[in-house]
C-alpha cells in the first residue's frame, strides 16, 4: 500500500462523496433512526453492524424486557442495511459512471433482506458467545474479541452483495478475503473511524460543562455521526473495495 494509493483511495472518496452528497445524506436518515433505537438498549455499533453486550444486562428481566432487546437490534439492523445496501448502490453507480437503472432499485428489497441476514446471523453468534461466556464465568475481554472478529469478516459484506451480487456465505467469503487481501487498507479504515469517531464526540461532548447543553451536545454528536461520519466510512469502504478492479481507476 503506497502513498500514491492511499491518496487516490482518499481522492476517489471525497469525490464520491462531494458529488451525492444530498443523496447520501437523505438516504442515511434510517442511520438518525436506528442509532437512538440502539441507545434504548445496552449496545453498541461496529464497523457497520449492532452487536448486543450482555456484561450490564439484568438476567432477572421479564419476558417481554428481553423481547424489547432483542427487537430493538433487529430493527436497527435492518434500517443499517436499507440504508448500507442504497449508498453502496449510488457510489457503484458514479464510480462506474452508469445511472442506476429502474431494474436495479428493484434489488434494493432483496439485497437489503441478504444484508440483513447476515448481520442477523453475526448479531447470533455474538449473542450465544456472550451468553456461554457469562455463564463460564469468562472474562468479557473474550467476548470482544469474538466480536471484534465477527465484524472484521462481515466488513465488506455490502459490497459484496451490491458490488459482486453474492449473498449468504458466499458474500462473507468475499468480504474475508478482501479484508485479507486488503488488510492494510482495513487498519486504516480502522485508524480513521476512531479518529473521525474520537473528534466528533470531542467537539459536541466538551462542548460546555452545562448539563443542558451536554444533552444537546450529544444528540448532536449522534446526527453527525449518522449523517456524516458513517456515510463518508461506507464511502471510503467502496472505494477499498472496488480498488482492485484497475478498468475503473
Known amino acids: 500500500m503506497g502513498m500514491k494509493r492511499i491518496g487516490d483511495i482518499f481522492n476517489k472518496t471525497f469525490e464520491a462523496y462531494g458529488k451525492n452528497i444530498k443523496t447520501i445524506s437523505f ?7 436506528s442509532f437512538p433505537v440502539a441507545l434504548f438498549i445496552s449496545n453498541y455499533a461496529s464497523l457497520g ?7 450490564s444486562i439484568k438476567w432477572d428481566m421479564t419476558p417481554l424486557d428481553m423481547g424489547i432487546i432483542i427487537i430493538l437490534p433487529i430493527i436497527s439492523m435492518l434500517l443499517f442495511s436499507f440504508a448500507l445496501v442504497v449508498i453502496n448502490m449510488i457510489i457503484t453507480s458514479q464510480r462506474s459512471m452508469n445511472k442506476i437503472a429502474f431494474y436495479e432499485m428493484e434489488k434494493v428489497e432483496q439485497r437489503t433482506y441478504h444484508l440483513f441476514e447476515i448481520f442477523l446471523a453475526a448479531f447470533a453468534i455474538t ?34 452483495i451490491v458490488i459482486d451480487g453474492f449473498s449468504g ?26 479518529v473521525l469517531i474520537l473528534v466528533n464526540d470531542l467537539i459536541f461532548l466538551n462542548i460546555s460543562q452545562d448539563p443542558a447543553i451536554f444533552a444537546y451536545g450529544r444528540y448532536a454528536a449522534i446526527v453527525i455521526n449518522a449523517l456524516v461520519i458513517l456515510p463518508f466510512l461506507e464511502v471510503f469502504k467502496v472505494q477499498v473495495y472496488l480498488s482492485k478492479y484497475t478498468i475503473l481507476d
Open 169 to 194: 456465505w458466499t458474500a462473507v467469503k468475499k468480504s474475508i478475503s478482501t479484508v485479507t487481501h486488503r488488510f492494510s487498507y482495513v487498519l486504516l479504515f480502522l485508524v480513521l473511524s476512531a
Open 49 to 55: 453492524s449492532i452487536f448486543l453486550r450482555l456484561d
Open 27 to 33: 438516504f442515511s436518515i434510517p442511520f438518525l433512526i
Open 127 to 160: 449473542f450465544i458467545a456472550e451468553v456461554l461466556l457469562y455463564q463460564y464465568g469468562l472474562h468479557p475481554t473474550i467476548g470482544a474479541l469474538v466480536a471484534a472478529l465477527v465484524a472484521l469478516a462481515i466488513l465488506f459484506v455490502p459490497q459484496s
